[in-house]
């Protein structure tokens, strides 16, 4: 593609150059800073940190706050991924498979926690928990978690069931195999990529939230972010990097997945 | 009420019993943890008293103290227009460069991608705490600019307005980005080649082929990051300190810290309203501008 040059052209060419160079480093900066700062040797918090220790990583090993929380964020994470695929699953499945009424209604209200003020959903669930008495307890918070999963969850799968090649189904049901057979071997199967995309996708959603743990957990069921929010708002110090820096990889870890299995702007993109 | 199967998989047979046990899961969660606590917030705010506990009655009082309040109305008026900010910062930088992430080729676009989703996938806190670290008292950004010997005493770079603006627009950009890609990237170069062809210079052809084609993505991106920064509250709260007061960070104080509930959900209910009129009238625009075409 020949383009004629002048003088406009030039200030577009190398003007988008840097501004897309801008905002490339402005979207990793945190990360790596946290990062780099996570490895001082030092007792403040600096970057480029004064030399190299693994010392703040050690304390967080040592430290039961952080570790419990981390164990709490994990095990809510796996347990809401789980719930969240099973109701996705079937949900995407009955969007794609199945003309009703209410249909359109029905896929705005699962895709719609995304764009319901995290705020606003949050003080929602508290008060209906508190109403019927589960409030403060790890089902109130796990349902939270499934509820923000599920727009994710139902785009990642919704996408992968329109994809899917329906007539290696209707070779199967030919052969002789029966539709829960069909399913089993054929759809799951070549659905795979798409759940485990949704899957990782909706972990590290749980995982990384803080806008709506900070309202649902209670002092038993302290999430990871929940207690990096309250450590930040006081104080903070090398420990907090060393602990960020764990959820830094593991999210980068599942991006990488991802990327791997179906491609990021399948979960993410429109 | 008629249900059409639409593939050999859910046969005709049964059709309503399977339906049923499939549609079952998802519906009983998107009733119980997303309609009913919805109109159980719409009745909380309906509250008269400041305490939700044991309460009766029904009133419009919450409303009513909230459009005579001042402060409120204050924050409100500052939350549109950091959000309105925010939103036209994202347009500016991220349209330039979804434009350009829809038009690489693959292999250049991965890991340009990934910079751009770790963001958006990280949780929000240590995000912030990034920035923290960054424009803190003994930030780097000050040790650098003293360093260089530019200022010779640390700058106040949180607890303002722009640092607020700066941070919102790095958590957002990459709906933007996204968002704009979205869209670019289902429109054939034809166009474009064309344009280039005709002797169109960049300008001429950006302005002319490039921006309309964007457009709706551009629209979209925007209206989706002006939501979310008029819902934001752990950014405004951790580097805005008390100076940048938002909806979002006044509702969580009306609940956690002042525990007057009423008064939080009817600011909560306001907003979501808010949201939804947004979205319909955004519906509509962007009808308009792609000429009936969804």
């Known amino acids: 593609m020949k383009m004629t040059s002048d003088l406009s052209d030039i200030i577009l060419h190398y003007g988008g150059f840097l501004l897309r160079g801008f905002v490339y480093v402005m979207m990793v900066t945190p ?84 764009i319901i003020p995290m705020v606003v959903l949050a003080l929602a669930l508290l008060q209906f928990m508190s109403w019927i008495g589960i409030n403060q307890t790890f089902a109130g918070l796990l349902f939270g978690h499934v ?13 992968g069931l329109g994809l899917l090649n329906k007539t290696l189904e209707e070779a199967s049901l030919n052969l002789g195999a029966s539709p829960p057979t069909t399913l089993r071997r054929v759809t799951i199967p070549l659905l795979a990529p798409s759940i485990i995309a949704a899957g990782v996708f909706a972990f590290v959603t749980s995982f990384g939230n803080v806008t709506l743990s900070v309202f649902l957990a209670s002092a038993s069921t302290v999430t990871l972010p929940v207690q990096i929010f309250s450590f930040v708002e006081s104080s903070y110090d090398p420990t907090v990097a060393a602990v960020s820096s764990i959820v830094i990889v593991i999210t980068l870890v599942v991006i990488l997945v991802i990327e791997k299995v179906v491609g990021v702007s399948r979960v993410v993109g429109k | 009420m008629k249900i059409i199967p639409q593939s050999s998989l859910t046969p005709l047979a049964g059709r309503r019993f399977w339906f049923a046990v499939l549609i079952a899961p998802s519906f009983l969660v998107l009733v119980t943890f997303l309609i009913i606590p919805f109109l159980g917030l719409a009745r909380l705010s309906l509250l008269p008293g400041e305490r939700a506990f044991d309460a009766e009655g029904v009133s419009a009082i919450q409303y009513g103290k909230l459009f005579v309040d001042g402060y409120f109305l204050s924050v409100l008026a500052e939350t549109f227009a950091l959000g309105a900010i925010v939103a036209v910062i994202c347009a500016v930088l991220g349209f330039p460069v979804g434009y350009s992430l829809a038009r690489l080729p693959a292999r250049a676009r991965r890991w340009r991608l990934i910079a751009v989703v770790l963001p958006l996938t990280l949780s929000l806190v240590v995000v912030v705490f990034g920035w923290m670290v960054v424009l803190g008292r003994t930030g780097v950004l000050n040790n650098m600019l003293m360093g260089m010997g530019l200022i010779d005493r640390p700058l106040r770079m949180v607890f303002n307005h722009g640092s607020v603006v700066f941070v919102l627009v790095q958590q957002f950009l990459p709906f933007m980005i996204l968002s704009v890609m979205g869209v670019v990237s289902h429109v054939d170069t034809v166009l474009e080649e064309a344009s280039a062809n005709l002797g169109a210079n960049r300008l001429t052809t950006f302005r002319r082929v490039i921006l309309p084609i964007a457009a709706p993505g551009i629209v979209s991106g925007m209206l989706l990051v002006f939501i979310l920064t008029i819902s934001a509250f752990i950014t405004p709260r951790l580097i805005g300190g008390s100076r940048v007061q938002m909806i979002g960070a006044v509702i969580y104080e009306q609940i956690v810290v002042l525990l007057n509930w009423p008064a939080g959900a009817a600011m909560s209910i306001i907003l979501l309203l808010i949201t939804i009129i947004l979205l319909v009238s955004a519906r509509a625009v962007s009808a308009i501008l792609t000429g009936g075409r969804t």
Do not use: C, H, K, N
């Open chain 1, 147 to 159: 509820l923000i999963m599920l727009p994710y969850v139902v785009r990642t799968l919704g996408t």
């Open chain 1, 31 to 114: 990360a790596v800073i946290v990062v780099g700062a996570s490895f001082t040797s030092g007792s403040l918090l600096s970057f480029p940190p004064e030399g190299f220790s693994l010392q703040w990583y050690e304390r967080v090993w040592s430290s039961d706050q952080f570790m419990r929380a981390m164990g709490t964020s994990a095990y809510l994470a796996i347990a809401a991924t789980v719930i969240a695929l099973v109701i996705g699953l079937t949900g995407a499945f009955v969007l794609d498979r199945y003309r009703f009424p209410g249909r359109s209604m029905f896929q705005a209200l699962m895709l719609s926690p995304i």
